[in-house]
């Protein structure tokens, strides 16, 4: 009888416990600011609506991959010992390789994913602008940034994913 007891008051606590674990208040922490949401949320769509101020060039680019990129992707871009930049497989959108440089890269120790430092706003526009460049679809002076940058098109994106990218008045292509 007291098991049975001892075990009804621990499925009670239990019960409890998950119950207020549900409950939409922990009175913990505080809501975060809209800055430092902004802060954090670095995710650039295909439109390029998210794209932040800012330029750079693939000539601007080179000397950033050399320093900051070359010891992992190769002086070239062609992935020594991690993923290849000069491929026929590149993202659909210019503006995912741009967010994707921006919130993870250089990364110190490439394996675990920790980042070495944060590149500012035209270093992250060089190095995009390098890597369509290396591929072929930008030319070496051509200045990226968040009107150019959504306009280039990667030829190996699939047509249908055309309507996640706002058209470009006066642009036929």
């Known amino acids: 009888m007291r098991e049975q007891?001892?075990?009804m008051l621990a499925i009670a606590l239990l019960a409890a416990m998950v119950l207020q674990a549900q409950s939409p208040t922990y009175h913990l922490g505080r809501t975060p600011t809209p800055d430092e949401i902004k802060a954090v949320d670095t995710y650039v769509g295909p439109s390029g609506k998210e794209l932040p101020p800012g330029?750079?060039?693939?000539?601007?680019?080179?000397a950033v991959f050399a320093q900051k990129c070359a010891h992992c992707h190769?002086?070239?871009?062609k992935g020594e010992k991690y993923l290849e930049l000069v491929t026929r497989e590149l993202h659909p959108f210019p503006t995912t390789?741009?967010?994707?440089i921006n919130s993870s890269m250089p990364r110190s120790f490439p394996d675990i994913?920790?980042?070495k430092e944060q590149l500012n706003t035209d270093q992250v526009y060089a190095l995009t602008a390098f890597i369509l460049f290396k591929n072929g679809l930008i030319r070496e002076d051509e200045v990226m940034d968040a009107k150019?940058?959504?306009?280039?098109?990667?030829?190996t994106r699939d047509p249908s994913l055309d309507r996640l990218v706002q058209p470009i008045e006066g642009r036929t292509d």
Do not use: D, N, Y
């Open 113 to 115: 994913g920790v980042r």
């Open 148 to 155: 150019t940058l959504p306009r280039v098109r990667i030829p």
């Open 97 to 100: 390789i741009w967010s994707m």
């Open 74 to 77: 190769g002086v070239e871009g």
């Open 55 to 62: 330029s750079g060039t693939a000539k601007q680019g080179v």
């Open 5 to 7: 007891s001892f075990a």
